[in-house]
């Protein structure tokens, strides 16, 4: 395989409803799309997920733009590439901007999944034919919403609902959902708004029964969480400070987590992502795929990841219509009864819609 050709698309698509957290609040979610091209055709499909302030990560739309075009397609044009796996292998001397690296990666998955003749899935050694998902509730204006919004998602046959907690918005709304949900699968992410002073709120949420309390401490540390997962009784799940193999490898010899979540652009691909997949295996830690607010082939690269094995927890890949008015895929990617059936076609199993695509585009430039 040869990369000859690559398109960046800037898209920007509004969301059904602003989705808040302890960081910001999102409606307009701009991305860029990658269509990368072989020698002989074939062509792959790539969505980069960085938001364009660094809320999340450093990594922001424009930047990720800048690692592409100055230093990651140039190591990557016309190159013999005889696996996906080498591309991480020729992105090795750039530090991690995780994002635009798996934005790129994703598409050459793409492109190996086509010429091999296999879904996506497959190639990467899933076998699951059907997965459950889960949905991320963002921060409500009361709790009376909040309830409204959980009960529709519980109706729809979502198998976990995950809602955003930070300081003076935890304790009472966490004690609410339990008194309407009292057998709901129920986690809590913080995105990192809590500090080692506010253990004794944290216990507090061990009354709950939660599958687990997600990054509740700095987005860097694996240390202090260490700390904290020895006076909880509720497994902590990191996000934010799992950027690599290695860092997966380091938290859990420290103790610092019981579950781990896996984002493709967060861990820099699908191949460090399968790669930390196979490590927790290994190991008796369960993960499950977090979301990045994805469009169509975000998501549908996100649904290929989730059919390995030890995705054992629901994630937080819902259905195209939960975010989107139109996605840019067809179909679009659906949730029947908490479950999504994965494609078994070749590649990714969605076919970009490029009227929507060019209709959501901002810009757009081509290399060669």
Known sequence: MKIEEITIRHLKMTMKAPFKTSFGTIQEKELLLLEVKDVA???????????????????????TWHMLED????????KEIAHPDDVSVLFTPIRRNCMAKASIEGAVWDIY?????????????????????????GIQPSIEKLIALIKNHVQMGYKRVKVKIKPGY??????????????????????SAYTLDDIDI????????????????AADDIVDHAKLQKQLKTPICLDESITSL????????????????????????????????????????????????????????????TSLANFV??????GSSHYWY?????PEVVVEDGFIRVPQGVGIGYTPNIDVIEQLTITKKVYK
Request: proline share 4%; aromatic share 6%; charged share 20%.
């Open 41 to 63: 055709g074939t062509i792959g499909w790539g969505e980069a997920v960085a938001f364009v302030a660094p809320w999340y990560t450093e990594e922001t739309l424009k930047t």
């Open 202 to 217: 944290l216990q507090q949420l061990d009354a709950f029964n939660l599958l687990m309390i997600e990054q509740p401490l």
């Open 313 to 318: 927890l629901p994630g937080d890949t819902a």
């Open 71 to 78: 230093f990651l397609m140039p190591a990557l044009l016309h």
């Open 170 to 191: 935890d304790i009472e709304v966490i004690r609410a959902i339990r008194g309407e949900f009292p057998d709901l699968p129920l986690m809590a992410d913080a995105n």
């Open 113 to 137: 999944a086509q010429q091999t003749k296999q879904s996506l899935a497959h190639a990467l050694g899933g076998h699951k034919n059907l997965i459950e998902v889960g949905v991320s509730v």
């Open 246 to 305: 290695e860092d997966a490898r380091k938290a859990i010899e420290l103790g610092s987590c019981g579950v781990i979540n896996v984002k493709i652009g967060r861990v820099g691909g699908l191949t460090e992502a399968r790669n930390i997949h196979d490590f927790c295996r290994d190991r008796g830690i369960p993960v499950w795929c977090g979301g990045m607010l994805e469009a169509g082939i975000g998501r549908a690269h996100n649904v290929a990841l």
């Open 326 to 330: 139109e996605d840019i895929i067809q």
